[in-house]
């Protein structure tokens, strides 16, 4: 739990590429997979029912896909992350379309500033790279001090998430 609340001390608007804290938080506080991340619609953020609406993943080989049996339809979420998300969304160059990815970009690469997001053709219907996601955990972890050694010791992988927030529900 500690660790969940220093990943909420950082803030949003100054950490490096905000995608990798906003989906370090809903693989957390949601327990959504790396595929549903990467196939996840501002459209299924549904802030004022306090949940999110997981109907489909993305996997490279794939590519969209229906979600798990055990893990499509709504997740009740706390109201931090809502917050988190209403923060990370002002940050990114496409807060005007529902129907856009949370974390799309052209590349699927870390992204430094808004300007630099546009000035790439980012258009927000191309899904983050898997690897990304990952790194981006792993960045996240970094910056409230658990170093790649600890995080291999205690086995923390983006999929971790996933048993904290079953843990916290229960």
Same mark, same amino acid.
């Given at each position: 739990l500690?660790e $969940? +609340?220093? *990943?909420?001390?950082?803030?949003?608007?100054? #950490?490096?590429?905000?995608?990798?804290?906003?989906?370090?938080?809903? =693989?957390?506080l949601?327990?959504?997979?790396?595929?549903?991340?990467?196939?996840?619609?501002?459209?299924?953020?549904?802030?004022q029912?306090?949940? $999110? *609406?997981?109907?489909?993943? #993305?996997?490279d @080989?794939?590519?969209?896909?229906?979600?798990?049996? &055990?893990? @499509? @339809?709504? $997740?009740?979420?706390?109201?931090?992350?809502? !917050? +988190? /998300?209403?923060? #990370?969304?002002?940050?990114?160059?496409? &807060?005007? &379309?529902?129907?856009?990815? /949370?974390?799309?970009?052209? !590349?699927g690469?870390?992204i +430094?500033?808004?300007?630099?997001?546009?000035?790439?053709? =980012? %258009?927000?219907?191309?899904?983050?790279?898997?690897? =990304?996601?990952?790194? @981006?955990?792993?960045?996240?972890?970094?910056? $409230?001090?658990?170093d790649?050694?600890?995080?291999?010791?205690?086995?923390?992988?983006?999929?971790?998430g +996933?048993?904290?927030?079953?843990? /916290? =529900? %229960?």
């Open positions: 500690e $969940i +609340r220093s *990943i909420l001390d950082l803030n949003v608007a100054e #950490y490096p590429d905000p995608r990798e804290l906003a989906a370090t938080l809903l =693989a957390t949601a327990g959504l997979r790396r595929s549903e991340l990467r196939a996840l619609r501002w459209r299924d953020v549904d802030a029912n306090h949940r $999110i *609406i997981v109907s489909q993943g #993305y996997t @080989g794939d590519g969209f896909h229906e979600a798990k049996a &055990d893990s @499509g @339809g709504a $997740i009740e979420v706390p109201a931090v992350l809502l !917050e +988190r /998300l209403a923060q #990370y969304k002002k940050w990114t160059p496409f &807060d005007h &379309d529902d129907h856009l990815l /949370l974390f799309g970009a052209s !590349e690469g870390r +430094r500033s808004v300007s630099n997001w546009q000035r790439n053709s =980012a %258009t927000g219907h191309t899904p983050m790279a898997a690897r =990304a996601v990952t790194r @981006g955990f792993n960045r996240v972890l970094a910056a $409230i001090g658990v790649d050694a600890e995080r291999k010791r205690r086995n923390l992988v983006l999929h971790s +996933r048993h904290t927030f079953a843990s /916290l =529900a %229960t």
